[in-house]
């Protein structure tokens, strides 16, 4: 599979490998809305998204239905992504919600809600954030999406860093 990585990501990790202090990164984070980032479900998952992650701080995005939080950000949530389909990829359960986790830029992973519409997407960096503590501080956000599938193999858990 190819990788998914979305453009605010990339910038994300320019940012992050170029090692910009407060020039260009440290201000609001430039993201894409997605295709249904105004449906009214994502104004429910927005309005819910914590003010921090595994110690990093939540910042202002300039798009509608997302989050960034850490400077350089490292984590990017976006809700309105187009849900997945039946797959055979890793599929974790973490506070009550399935993920789909792409693993193919670790340490960076980009994991997409199963079985909820609108979908919502995480970018995380796993060198920066745990994996476990990121998905589980978002569940209360995002577990407010009505369930309208379910992975049928799934880990409790990401593998330690």
């Not at 249904?36 to 998952?45: G, H, N, R, S, W």
């Not at 990093?56 to 300039?62: A, F, H, V």
């Not at 960076?108 to 503590?133: C, K, M, W």
């Amino acid at each position: 599979m190819r990788s998914r990585i979305p453009v605010a990501a990339a910038a994300v990790i320019a940012c992050t490998l170029a090692g910009f202090a407060l020039s260009g990164c440290s201000s609001t984070v430039s993201m894409e809305a997605a295709a249904d980032a105004d449906d009214p479900l994502c104004a429910d998952v927005t309005v819910r998204l914590p003010g921090e992650i595994d110690g990093q701080i939540r910042r202002w995005t300039d798009a509608q239905a997302t989050g960034a939080w850490g400077d350089p950000a490292a984590v990017l949530v976006t809700c309105g992504v187009s849900a997945p389909g039946p797959t055979e990829e890793k599929c974790i359960t973490i506070g009550g919600v399935d993920w789909i986790v792409d693993e193919s830029a670790a340490p960076r992973f980009l994991v997409t809600t199963y079985g909820r519409t609108p979908a919502v997407q995480v970018f995380y960096d796993n060198e920066i954030v745990s994996g476990n503590d990121v998905l589980d501080r978002l569940s209360t956000s995002v577990s407010q999406l009505p369930v309208d599938g379910q992975c049928t193999s799934t880990e409790t858990l990401l593998p330690a860093p």
